[in-house]
């Protein structure tokens, strides 16, 4: 902790907050744009569906392209030979790497191709690959040409995808023939196939499959193979030229789609635009893993969530970082492959999920220790809270102590960083993702709307917009406005529960649809999840309601043991004082 920079973040804050327009300018004009927005148009908002449709707009009328500012902006500065992208495969010995100037010709080679067949501005290109280098390329390619991509995990079925394809009706689909994840092979290629084969019953024909060989799971012969749809990567891409022009979109051109699951069965199309994301994803990078030029980053999430678009592809390469792509299993071929490439590749910045974290440490500290980590500076946490058990080891064991964690609260929907320590800017209480980022102004209201102050619980919502946030779903503005906007008038509803302390740190507690309610009291799964890992001998916990014929509601609890442990009544028992005493309950736990 340094009062300095606590003192640097207050009064960069409190500008945002006073004046939006200029403290996100300032920032906005560090990057390249062929056509300045109007200063009277940097933001425009509507958040209140009191007042009319909502709306967001940033920079609007400004051009710009994000692909130009994370690749070519930094190859024409001469920083084209430091290395953007090392890439560590499956298998220990796998590995690559690509300069800034390797990825722009790779970039342009794969643009080039695209627009061959047609893809203009506007249209849709679906991406279902691993974490292959190919895959940040596929993404830059697509927003070099203005076109909208629509990545999907290379772990979801072929009807997850069909939905997809039916939905936003791309022109290619771009995949691979299988990866190795682990000792399991997925045939990706095949399960692309029969989500086509569905999507063509729903009216909606693709005329392109471009695969890339993945040499190292899948040969060429053993793939299966549809003539005129199908095309091989490596037979057409690298044919085209290493130039491509790049085309300026406005600031609120659509950027990406990216599928979200809806509590209806039906995905949400999450729509993220150019400019104010760009921004948005670059700065919140920059400040909360307090960037340096000479870091190496790693991110292990997949480029088919929100983390991976903002934190392995936009947000470091827009800095001018280098990224490590991983593309195995965490703990394979042992659970200290992790610390294995952070010291084989000087990893400074590691930025992973609970989940991985309370797997990881299952499995004791003897994997992790047998590793230097000497290189590493900065810690982070992504994708649900983090209890404090885990966030102990994480900076104990992991980062021996001396790595500050950024514990970061956002969402697909916000695009970056909502709320996050900075690192040195402020003390850390273990599992509380602490203060709003720049320009972000969260309030905690209750159940009619009402602004709470102090130390309270209720739900998270956010008045103001902020640049990177989605502007609608794909198709379906209404879903948008209700789903998000019409719960509380005036404010984005987040979903998500939060407690604040009476020092001002906020705490989440979970999806507010994933309550219990026993006896009248509202209980967050997620609560008793943390209270129940930080016993010593669990290692993870999944929490459910259960119909309770006295109490209304019960809670039931799936308790994943630490390796070797057995059970036991005793310890059943145990677990079940472990809840009681961080928090009395009315209800009963089985």
Request: charged share 20%; net charge negative.
């Amino acid at each position: 902790f340094c009062p300095s920079v606590s003192r640097r973040y207050l009064e960069m804050y409190q500008r945002s907050i006073d004046d939006p327009a200029g403290f996100w300018s300032e920032i906005a004009e560090t990057f390249y744009w062929k056509q300045k927005w109007s200063p009277e148009e940097v933001c425009t908002e509507n958040l209140d569906v009191t007042k009319g449709p909502i709306k967001i707009e940033w920079f609007k009328g400004g051009k710009t392209n994000i692909c130009h500012n994370a690749v070519d902006r930094y190859v024409e500065a001469g920083d084209g030979a430091k290395i953007a992208m090392y890439w560590e495969g499956n298998e220990p010995d796998q590995d690559g790497k690509l300069t800034y100037s390797e990825l722009l010709d790779k970039v342009c080679q794969l643009a080039n191709y695209l627009k061959s067949v047609g893809v203009e501005k506007g249209d849709a290109v679906v991406i279902y690959l691993p974490m292959l280098m190919e895959l940040p390329i596929a993404m830059l390619a697509c927003a070099r040409i203005g076109a909208v991509h629509s990545v999907v995990f290379a772990g979801f079925s072929a009807d997850a995808i069909a939905q997809r394809i039916t939905d936003c009706k791309p022109k290619v689909v771009i995949t691979c023939n299988a990866v190795k994840r682990g000792q399991k092979l997925i045939p990706l290629k095949d399960i692309v196939d029969a989500s086509l084969v569905e999507s063509a019953k729903n009216g909606v024909t693709v005329g392109i499959c471009l695969t890339y060989e993945n040499q190292l799971a899948m040969k060429k012969e053993d793939t299966q193979w549809i003539a005129g749809r199908d095309v091989w990567w490596q037979d057409v891409v690298p044919n085209f030229p290493t130039r491509c022009d790049v085309e300026w979109v406005d600031a609120e051109d659509p950027l990406f789609l990216l599928y979200t699951s809806g509590s209806t069965g039906k995905p949400k199309g999450v729509l993220h635009t150019t400019g104010g994301y760009m921004v948005y994803a670059a700065t919140t990078f920059k400040h909360a893993f307090d960037y340096k030029p000479t870091d190496i980053y790693w991110c292990t999430a997949d480029c088919g969530w929100i983390t991976g678009h903002s934190y392995v592809t936009y947000g470091p390469l827009l800095n001018g970082a280098t990224v490590l792509v991983y593309e195995g299993a965490p703990n394979y071929p042992d659970p200290g492959r992790c610390w294995d490439i952070v010291d084989k590749y000087g990893v400074t910045i590691f930025y992973t999920a609970p989940t991985l974290i309370r797997s990881l440490m299952r499995d004791g500290s003897v994997y992790v220790d047998r590793y230097s980590r000497k290189s590493l500076r900065v810690l982070g946490s992504v994708g649900e809270p983090i209890n404090p058990t885990a966030w102990r080891w994480f900076y104990n064991v992991v980062g021996d102590s001396r790595c500050p964690i950024s514990d970061t609260w956002w969402q697909t929907e916000t695009g970056g960083f909502m709320i996050t320590p900075l690192p040195g800017a402020w003390p850390q209480k273990p599992g509380s993702a602490t203060f709003p980022f720049f320009g972000v102004q969260p309030v905690i209201v209750d159940e009619k709307g009402r602004e709470m102050t102090g130390e309270c619980s209720g739900y998270l919502c956010i008045k103001k917009s902020w640049p990177g946030a989605f502007r609608t779903l794909y198709g379906d503005k209404d879903r948008y406005e209700t789903t998000y906007f019409k719960p509380f008038s005036g404010y984005y509803f987040s979903g998500d529960g939060c407690r604040r302390d009476k020092d001002g740190y906020h705490w989440l507690t979970g999806r507010v649809d994933d309550v219990i309610n026993a006896s009248g009291h509202r209980i967050g799964t997620a609560e008793v999840e943390s209270a129940l890992v930080s016993h010593p001998k669990c290692a993870e916990a999944a929490v459910v309601g259960i119909d309770h014929e006295v109490k209304g509601q019960g809670i039931y609890a799936f308790v994943t043991l630490v390796d070797g442990v057995p059970y036991s009544d005793d310890l059943r028992k145990s677990l079940i004082m472990a809840v009681r005493s961080q928090r009395s309950m009315c209800g009963g736990m089985n």
